[in-house]
């Protein structure tokens, strides 16, 4: 039987070469997240199938869960997105944990897509959220990080654009409109830029079947800042949603982000159960305009956990666009890529054990340090697997070393060698040459 | 509707306490790996059904799979191994990475058993394999991580015993038997100590009826070193074997563990796929006696992808038993308990311009600051959430300090207070006091 070699399809293999640049990927958002205070948690890969049929987005739920029974006849799925998990464990210890709660996750997750460009079956994403707090301060901390977790992998302002919105916005504006043809509208807004304006127009018609509707809609995606803040004093817009959203905006200016910041009223985000903020940071690489990722506020999803309500705000970043993204700005660290440790030749059997008493004292000094298991007294061919394998250096140790307690350490970029005694040789390969 | 608030049975969540621990117990597992050149890699959560089908333990194919058909109609399961997915990405790129490959994983899997003591249906794993080389040296490696390991958390050589065996000494010394009978005889011994020795005597009658049988597995189970080597010379037993095997017991002395080391024939480690060299890591707390983890060779698995044979060798390491074997024996890092980190309080809403600019520069020193969203001049209740939240540096900024260009840094244990200037409040907080 041949099996095919595969991975299942849109899921990736990541090797080692692939697995150094996803670490350093994940590592700059742990030491980002743990410099706001957030701790970081982990939830499990299967949820009951209940947890995603009440909060997750329609389409997450009917189309693109990973569902089935399970042994006992518990219906389950593999976790298409983290919020619910987070609403559920937050829920079960709320008199525990001291509000606001700071918490981030890094974890795989898993939709029926149809795999293309920044889009997979299986994918990592870190997720950040701050419960407790309804606060503009809480939403300033939520976007930021979002923008300094981008600026910690070397991107500057100008690569990237945050859009900011409300919720409420919205739904204020177009106060006519059932919840129904509302969700609609907000879906319809969410694809508008994926569809062409003929199909637009027509779905608009289909929310609303009025010919003023479509100017009613442009003139809402058109507004700014000032507009807004105008038709919230004749109460034409939510103005708690107004004055907070300038609030945030103000403090982000404050924060450095006056440059790459915009007010707009377009943006939606997928899922249903933001209540109030929402953002999303746009890359603004010609070849790349497309969301990176976004967030939003959900103060109402802890509540269906029949608790008590409590604020919250997050957001969500895909390993997928990120890699996009950091690839197309060439914001690649360069440990991702250069060759490290060292590679401990072997020149007969008999020096086996004298290999492995330096080899333990290398690790023992911090270095990585892989040992050749097959004897050769061809050196240029063990020079070669050093190279193949990337390592920086090499060592060689023969009877002469031996008898003067030395070894020589051959750097495979340079080509220079060096003889160094047992004494010096950590802090010599420490440092480099 | 109300929605359990429990993890899936058997799984578990990770609050920010909990994976501190986690992330502290694996960050050992990447040192330890790293220094002996080992790269990580990552396979996905789902494989096509097939692959366990043919490679894994027939008890976890039929009983412990969980398995479905996606909506592609293709065959799939959660992972609840990694090896077979370790030989499929090898097999792929056979050609191109240069052997001996070195690589580790850690992971979570799934499998359907009753969750009790040090048994879960999701779990975490380290895998450690190397991969093209039969050599004992190739054995020692992997056998002797798994104690550096240990070790790598505080473990003394008494904490843990080292049982080694090898699957040909059990085919060559009853090589009467048909490979039926053996392996009905192997998962017999496995599970010998968790069986009555009525129960197992009955056992043994159906693998072989014959009265004289029981005595053969006695003398087969009290084997020492010596005398299987004694059996391999009357050609009783596989020479290569005993020669390997007496190898890599040699050379585990010579590496330091030959206070904790014991040929044990009665070590069988459940999977099927084993053709040489089996370990097993006891705990040898007398409140924990039990197999912590195990490993052993593999030489034919990657030859089942249709391409050549390599040889392999490699174990796994649960992270429940550890989690039990770390705390029976107080090997516990004090990091993941201590308290760590800033708490800003926020004395007035004006200030909170000001605290965001003292933050920033306190991050960008290194240092992890949450900051208080909501305004108080009750000092006291914002130092108990600071205690709550387990920070262990309070700072307070007053219009005073402002003025001055200080900050007012409360160590929360000791109740001492210092007045800093900003330019020095990072190198404070970071010294500690």
Known sequence: MSISLKPYIGSRDFYPDEMRFRSWMFSVQRKICSSYGYGEYSTPILEPLELYAAKSSEEIVSDQLYRFTDRGDREVAIRPELTPSLARIVSARAKELPVPIRMFNIGNFMRYERPGRGRLREFYQLNVDLIGSASASADVEIVSMGAEILKGYGAKNQDFLIRISDRR???????????????????????????????????????????????????????????????????????????????????????????????????????????????????????????????????????????????????????????????????????????????????????????????????????????????????????EIAEKKNRKFAVVIGEDEILNKMIRIKNLQTGEQKDVSEDDMVSVLREGF
């Open 169 to 383: 916005l919205m739904s204020s504006y177009f106060s006519d409109l059932s919840s129904d043809s509302l969700r609609k509208l907000g879906r319809l807004l969410d694809k508008k830029e994926k569809i062409s304006p003929e199909d637009f127009q027509k779905e608009l018609l289909q929310v609303k079947d009025d010919k003023t509707f479509s100017e009613k809609v442009d003139s809402f995606l058109s507004l700014d800042l000032e507009g807004a803040f105008n038709l919230s004093e004749q109460e034409k817009l939510d103005s708690d949603a107004v004055m907070h959203l300038r609030q945030v905006i103000s403090d982000l200016e404050k924060l450095g982000f006056a440059d790459c910041l915009k007010f707009d009223p377009a943006i939606m985000r997928g899922f249903d159960y933001y209540t109030g903020l929402i953002f999303e940071i746009y890359d603004t690489h010609p070849e790349n305009r497309r969301a990176l990722f976004g967030g939003g506020r959900y103060d109402k999803l802890m509540g269906l956990f029949g608790k008590h309500d409590l604020p919250a705000v997050g957001f969500g970043m895909g390993d997928v666009t990120l890699e996009n993204f950091l690839k197309i700005h060439e914001l690649i660290h360069e440990d991702t890529q250069n060759s490290a440790g060292i590679y401990l030749t072997l020149f007969s059997k008999e020096m086996m054990d004298h290999n492995m008493k330096i080899a333990a004292l290398l690790r023992a000094g911090g270095l990585e340090v892989e040992t050749s298991l097959e004897p050769t007294k061809k050196l240029g061919r063990q020079f």
